[in-house]
């Protein structure tokens, strides 16, 4: 056990002298700090017998009952598992006299707290609460006390089942978050609830215990104990004071400056200072303005959010600071700026990382499609208020989930909360906003873009594998930045939820497809979603990011829109480098530097200039960089500025072959040689029949054959140009060419040509060729990534050669990432390491991308894959002109938006035409830098 001096869990400056609230942990304090106690499950693994057990922890974890998503419970409903907790501590001698309280940061479900065989106050019901007694007559100071708690897995009340565990995520049990004493004066502060506005003007109500006189003072300082402004006091009335004030020259807390600062509270008796309680608090106001939008310190702000569930996968909803911490910088390193809690109060530190990081916090009643009764309820708006109400990050109480709304509560969080912050129902357009849940973009004929009120969906955009997320994002947020009265939204959701099995030899489990909803995995690994959602949200936009390459007229100037709420670009630093590509992972820096800051407001923009040399048109490329005052990257935006004609040579070698290059005529095809390169190409469809160096075969075949449209062979000949061969193929169709050339130094190259009629709407558009997956280990590249794209998610990848070894991995099932299979996005070259022959691909045309086989998708029951499902083209490896989007959980691609339908050729027809270079073995030349 830890003796702890704090108010209440807050750290106080060190020139206190008064008496604090004194904290005693009787568990430990997150999922790395834990006391074992002594534990008895009546069902399920390890029951029947009594136990230690890790405190806090939820018992599932611990290998103790059975594990169950709230699907497992609806099909087949466990037992009302009993657990029983007991321990030994002890109290200070000291704390004689003293109020002492015992606070459960939350248990689940139905809670009754005994100490040296007494019941400490009624059984708590709420899952996801923080609770508390008074157990001062119950306690032995200075002695050995028992600790027994019985906590049941169901409540007794079927309304808190309904809210809390027939709910989409996994249920657990037991004493999940920090068990502790409070000591305090019989007099003192029992709560505080307070207001902290922007403009400075400084309102709290201040409840006491035990005190029918005296006074309470409060006090305004830095984080550093720094007094600002002047001190605030009034007099007890009826056991409360109202305590109001102006502080001046405060910085306003937002989520893209979040300043805290902290208020020290006192109750003074007879001139003396009896107890006092200190507060992490911003300045900050908060304005929901009907039919208008979303206000913070009186600016209009747009919310770039995502869900979140409190969750680890070895040890359930037991967290930690440092997870919070993480949590909230992944957030944050993907620009967002807020974060919805779901569907229940957070851990507390999280709370306080988002004050101290910054991001605005929507903070939810549980309730996920049915609601509480009044009467169970009533004391968990309470709880939920009295805990949260002080920290700024808070903007929103939701009251409820998707119809999970109790009305009669609404009122009630008001009651609690001095700054009245607004009350939501998600799903549900209520009190001013519109919150639609998984609305298809063209909805809705009289809400959302077609209404009048404000609108923030609270759940978009539902991930499921590699759909929804990032996926259509782009255009959601262009919808959403054109029309005044959106306040932005929330995706679904942060973190694939996922929890280690022992039952299961230590897998992964995420439910089927209930659970892999994440931008993350279960260990925080990326998807391609997160990278994407950082550069979608950034609050710096460029212009030129829309396109690939740079033009040669260039000057060096780039327009920057400010898409912050409040900062000033002039704020941020801005960086350059011009780079060269060689045949390795990575790149060489050629010149580098720094571009001023322009003074640029919000929802601005403005110009500024690269001083760029004189020789930057013969780089391969430009990289551009913004950084935030706090030394984090707002994004690294790329563009090429060589041409794929350009690389192409950078990448052939030019050795001259000793002997021109033979052809021979067979049955049913014509044999190309060049010294030990060897091409057979079909003569009944002018494809690639078979690949050769020496005795070793590079498997590559039946291509380049048309992934959409005709082909009907037409003429086939061989010719020779010079020491080169040649084959020809003219089609009928769409396909219209295939022209084949081996050079006397063996370098394979096919040059196609096809078109494609007028107003024809076409998933995919390209050509294709086998190569069995079982070959390759492994693959480098110059292109976008490294992640793999789809037609409604290209942001987030940006140009280098990028290198990754093959893996099967299947989205949000396993997180070996980046994913090796699917579509890269404008691929200038790919070498394929393999078993036998490695092969390098050159494309010579522009927004080419290559498909490199198809992805597994997830199988079996509860893997459904709904609107994620992809039917992938013909073929293994593709070079596309055209590619295919993906879905949602809940929506299939068409009803996304713009950039995820179907791919349509322009009234006049289309023609496109490509050459590929083809080289196996090394036959590449490092001139490329």
Known sequence: MRLLLGAFLLVLGSQCVAEPTQVQY???????????????????????????????????????????????????????????????????????????????????TDTL???????????????????RYDVTRLLKSGESNQLEVTVNRYSANASVNRAERTADFWLFSGIYRPVWLEAKPLANIERISLDARHTGDFDADVFLSGASNGKVNARV???????????????????????????????????????????????????????????????????????????????????????????????????????????????????????????????SHFL?????????????????????????????????????????????????????????????????????????????????????????????????????????????????????????????WNAML?????????????????????????????????????????????????????????????????????????????????????????????????????REAGHTVTAQGSAKAPDVAA????????????????????YFTATDRNGREVYTWSWMIASPQQIAEQMTARGVAATPAEQAELADGYRLQAGAVSVVIDKATGYLRELKQGDVVAPLTNGPRLVAGKAELKRIQATRDGNDVLVSAEYTGNLRKVNWRLTAAGRLSVNYGYNMEGSRYVDALGVTFDYPESEVKSMRWLGRGPYRVWKNRTQGVEFDVWQKD???AVTGLSWNYPEFKGFHDKVYWAKLATRNLPITFINHADDIALRVFTPKEASGEGFEPKGTHIDFPPGDISFLNAILPIGTKFNPPGELGPSAQQARTPNLGIWLENTIDIVIGEATSDNGG
């Open 806 to 808: 093959y893996n099967d």
């Open 26 to 108: 009787l568990s430990g304090t997150d999922k790395d700090h834990r006391v074992e106690w002594d534990f008895h499950v009546n069902g399920g693994r390890n029951s029947g017998e009594w136990k230690k057990i890790p405190v806090p922890s939820n018992w599932e974890m611990e290998g103790f009952g059975s594990y169950r998503y709230y699907s497992d419970w609806q099909k087949d409903p466990a037992p009302d598992n009993t657990g029983i907790y007991r321990h030994q501590f002890n109290v200070p001698a000291t704390w004689r006299g003293k109020q002492i309280e015992i606070v459960f940061g939350a248990a689940m």
């Open 221 to 347: 300082t830095t984080l550093a104990g720094t007094p600002i402004g002047k001190e605030m006091s009034a007099e007890v009335v009826d056991g409360k004071v109202h305590l109001h004030g102006r502080v001046e020259r405060i910085v306003p807390w937002s989520a893209e400056n979040p300043q805290r600062y902290q208020v020290r509270f006192e109750l003074l008796s007879g001139g003396k200072t009896v107890h006092e309680v200190s507060k992490t608090i911003g300045f900050r106001t908060i304005e929901l303005r009907p039919r208008d939008g979303v206000y913070v310190n009186g600016h209009k702000v747009r919310l770039k959010g995502s869900n979140r569930h409190s969750i680890w996968p070895t040890t359930g909803r037991t967290t930690s600071k440092a997870i919070s911490y993480q949590d909230a910088k992944l957030m944050k390193e993907m620009n967002m700026n807020a974060v919805r809690m779901s569907h229940y109060p957070p851990d």
């Open 113 to 131: 707290v005994k100490i040296n065989g007494q019941a400490a106050g009624p059984v708590h019901q709420g899952g996801f609460y923080e609770f």
């Open 352 to 476: 306080d990382v988002a004050d101290e990081v910054g991001l605005y916090v929507i903070d939810e009643l549980t309730g996920w499609q049915k609601a509480y009764d009044t009467d169970v309820a009533t004391p968990l708006v309470k709880e939920l208020v009295q805990r949260d109400q002080h920290h700024p990050s808070i903007l929103f109480w939701a009251n409820g989930n998707e119809g999970g709304f109790n009305r009669d509560l609404d009122r009630l969080f008001g009651d609690w909360d001095v700054q009245k912050r607004p009350v939501i129902h998600p799903w549900e357009n209520f009190g001013g906003i519109d919150t639609a849940h998984y609305p298809t973009y063209n909805c809705c004929a009289t809400s959302l873009f077609n209404g009048r009120d404000v609108f923030m969906p609270t759940e978009f955009l539902h991930g499921l594998y590699d759909g929804g997320a990032g996926a259509s994002l782009n255009d959601w």
């Open 603 to 622: 929802g601005m923009r403005g110009v500024t200039s690269i001083a760029l040399p004189r020789d930057w048109s013969k780089q391969d490329a430009l």
């Open 482 to 582: 054109g029309n005044p009265l959106s306040a932005g939204g929330f995706i679904w959701s942060f973190i694939d939820e996922g929890i280690v099995r022992d039952d299961h030899n230590g897998v992964v489990d995420v439910a089927g497809n209930q659970a892999p909803d994440g931008i993350v995995g279960p260990y925080r690994e990326k998807e391609g979603s997160f990278f994407a959602i950082k550069k979608i949200w950034s609050p710096v936009y460029l212009p030129l990011s829309e396109m690939a390459s740079l033009p040669p007229t260039f000057d060096g100037a780039v327009t920057l829109e400010n898409r912050y709420d409040f900062t000033n670009l002039n704020q941020l630093k801005f960086s350059w480098q011009l780079v060269r590509f060689g």
